[in-house]
């Protein structure tokens, strides 16, 4: 199983704050993904990683931002938040199994932005 | 227009009993379908997956379903135990991405709560 930490695991913040959520593995996975999540809603991918100094943005467009400077550290940044980046954040880094990328989640900030 | 299709926000079995989930597609072309299962304030966890290729796979207390001609899959737990009150998330995965979590579809999870 891989070890994934998130931190900080609750945040509350106040409009107009700059945040960073960190998201580290121990398993020295390449990939690495940031989902967002809604109560009774579908996981959206925001960013993924394939590798160091590797970034893109997911399907769903977010107003942050995330940095692969090392393969264990996958921080994602919100320059000024907003109540409407109230959610759950869950970063994860997968391994090949047989012919799909098997995902490994850590626990998930929960952000509430005032 | 969502691809993934979990259309029962929860579902309450009595312990013991089966639980049966199920999760309805649009793209035929999906090679790959994966049941996560999330607890309160934690991340998902991985629980089982079906290739395309097969009908049925199971896994200890845990069997998934697909048919193909109907979109449809299912996942059945059998005895369904407390510890199963979770929310169970149905995804879907295009090879040609790679297999990568990039070409990953989530459907919006049923809360199943087992009942003593």
């Known amino acids: 199983e891989a070890d994934i930490y998130q931190t900080p695991r609750y945040l509350v913040i106040g409009t107009g704050k700059k945040i960073t959520l960190e998201c580290s593995q121990t398993m020295g996975h390449d990939k690495m993904y940031w989902y967002q999540q809604d109560p009774g809603m579908e996981l959206h991918l925001i960013h993924y990683?394939?590798?160091?100094?590797?970034?893109e943005k997911g399907d769903l467009s977010s107003e942050s931002t995330v940095s692969r400077i090392r393969t264990e550290h996958f921080p994602l940044t919100l320059e000024s938040a907003r109540p409407s980046h109230t959610s759950q954040y869950l970063c994860?880094?997968?391994?090949?199994?047989?012919?799909?990328?098997?995902?490994?989640f850590g626990s998930g900030t929960q952000l509430s932005v005032l | 227009d969502q691809q993934v299709k979990q259309n029962s926000p929860s579902l309450r079995v009595q312990e013991g009993r089966i639980s049966i989930l199920n999760c309805d597609y649009t793209?035929?072309?999906?090679?790959?379908f994966l049941w996560y299962k999330k607890y309160p304030a934690e991340g998902p966890t991985f629980l089982i997956s079906?290739?395309?290729?097969?009908d049925k796979n199971e896994d200890g207390r845990f069997t998934v379903f697909l048919n193909k001609s109907a979109k449809h899959l299912s996942l059945h737990i059998v005895p369904s135990q407390p510890g199963d009150s979770a929310v169970y998330f149905c995804a879907a995965i295009l090879e040609y991405s790679g297999g990568g979590a990039d070409g990953l579809t989530f459907g919006k999870g049923t809360h199943l709560i087992i009942q003593p």
């Open positions: 990683s394939y590798g160091v100094n590797s970034t």
């Open positions: 793209n035929s072309m999906f090679d790959y």
């Open positions: 994860a880094s997968s391994e090949r199994d047989r012919g799909f990328e098997k995902l490994f």
């Open positions: 079906i290739s395309s290729i097969k």
